[in-house]
Structures are given as structure tokens and as C-alpha cells.
């Protein structure tokens, strides 16, 4: 996500610039486009967070690191976060993670998350695509209603 991240970052700062402006102008219509602007923003923001976590599952899947798919008890799993840098690390039976970067004391960063079950995987993968939906969908209101309020007045 690094590059995606920067150029949203970089959209952002901007977006907020020109909010300010617009909220700096003070008329009722620029105002207003600000508020617009600012929502459609948040809602990309949130866009992109459930997109990054969606392929973090989607990966974790791919890697078949989950006890459920066959492939966790060969490689000695226990937990696994989906949104660990480093999905093949290894963890122990007890849920704890075994050496690797960050290991605290005796080679062990704490308990592992608990590895979801089937269901849930497939009912979060589910859930995060109705969130992607709905928030595509808010999108694109949001962008009717800032195209409404440029045709409305000249801010």
C-alpha cells in the first residue's frame, strides 16, 4: 500500500486545502461544497482502508495459513493476522509467534491472535464487501451532490 497511501495522502493535503479555501470564501454555496468535500473524502478514506484489509484476508487465504484449510497444522500454526507483514512467520501451538523481528524476551512477542474459524473468514470477507459497497455507493451520491452544488452557484 505504500505507493497508494502516498498518493492518497498527497490528495488528501490538497482536498484539505482547498476546503479551507472554500470554507474561508464564507458563502452559503462554497460552504457548502467544503462539507461535501470533506464527506466524499472520508468516505474514500474509508474506501481504501476496507480495500487494503480485504486484500490482506484475501492474501492470508491465498497462502493457505489457516488450520481450516488443511495447511496451518503442517507448518506448525496457531494464530495468524491477516495484517502482518509477515504472513509466513510462523507461530507455536501456545498462540505465540516464534523469533522473528520484534520478539521479545526468549524469542516471543505475546499471545497470537486467535485464527478465525471458517465461517467467520468467509462471513468478514462478506461483510467487507457490503462495507466496500455501501461506501462506493455513498461515493457517488456525494459526488452527485458536489456536481449539484457547482451547477447551483459559481463558488
Same mark, same amino acid.
Given at each position: 500500500?505504500?505507493?497508494?497511501?502516498?498518493?492518497?495522502? $498527497?490528495? !488528501?493535503?490538497?482536498?484539505?486545502a482547498l476546503e479551507?479555501?472554500?470554507?474561508?470564501?464564507?458563502?452559503?454555496?462554497? &460552504?457548502?461544497?467544503?462539507?461535501?468535500?470533506?464527506?466524499? /473524502?472520508?468516505?474514500?478514506?474509508?474506501?481504501?482502508?476496507? &480495500?487494503?484489509?480485504?486484500?490482506?484476508?484475501?492474501?492470508?487465504?491465498?497462502?493457505?495459513?489457516?488450520?481450516? /484449510?488443511?495447511?496451518?497444522? $503442517?507448518?506448525?500454526?496457531?494464530?495468524?493476522?491477516?495484517?502482518?507483514?509477515?504472513?509466513?512467520?510462523?507461530?507455536?501451538?501456545?498462540g505465540h509467534r516464534?523469533?522473528?523481528?520484534?520478539?521479545?524476551?526468549?524469542?516471543?512477542?505475546?499471545?497470537?491472535?486467535?485464527?478465525? &474459524?471458517?465461517?467467520?473468514?468467509?462471513?468478514? @470477507?462478506?461483510?467487507? @464487501?457490503?462495507?466496500? /459497497? !455501501? &461506501? @462506493?455507493?455513498?461515493?457517488?451520491?456525494?459526488?452527485?451532490?458536489?456536481?449539484?452544488?457547482?451547477?447551483?452557484? $459559481?463558488?
Amino acid at each position: 500500500m505504500g505507493a497508494a497511501g502516498a498518493a492518497f495522502n $498527497d490528495c !488528501s493535503r490538497r482536498v484539505r486545502a482547498l476546503e479551507a479555501s472554500l470554507r474561508e470564501e464564507g458563502s452559503p454555496a462554497s &460552504t457548502s461544497l467544503a462539507g461535501a468535500l470533506e464527506r466524499l /473524502q472520508g468516505h474514500e478514506r474509508s474506501k481504501l482502508e476496507m &480495500t487494503v484489509t480485504l486484500q490482506s484476508l484475501r492474501r492470508a487465504e491465498a497462502s493457505n495459513v489457516f488450520h481450516w /484449510q488443511g495447511a496451518g497444522a $503442517d507448518q506448525g500454526g496457531g494464530g495468524f493476522d491477516p495484517l502482518d507483514p509477515h504472513p509466513n512467520q510462523l507461530y507455536a501451538p501456545g498462540g505465540h509467534r516464534c523469533g522473528g523481528a520484534g520478539a521479545g524476551p526468549a524469542g516471543h512477542a505475546g499471545p497470537a491472535p486467535a485464527e478465525p &474459524t471458517e465461517a467467520e473468514f468467509r462471513g468478514a @470477507i462478506a461483510e467487507l @464487501i457490503r462495507g466496500l /459497497q !455501501s &461506501t @462506493i455507493e455513498s461515493i457517488r451520491e456525494e459526488e452527485e451532490a458536489a456536481r449539484e452544488l457547482l451547477l447551483e452557484g $459559481d463558488p
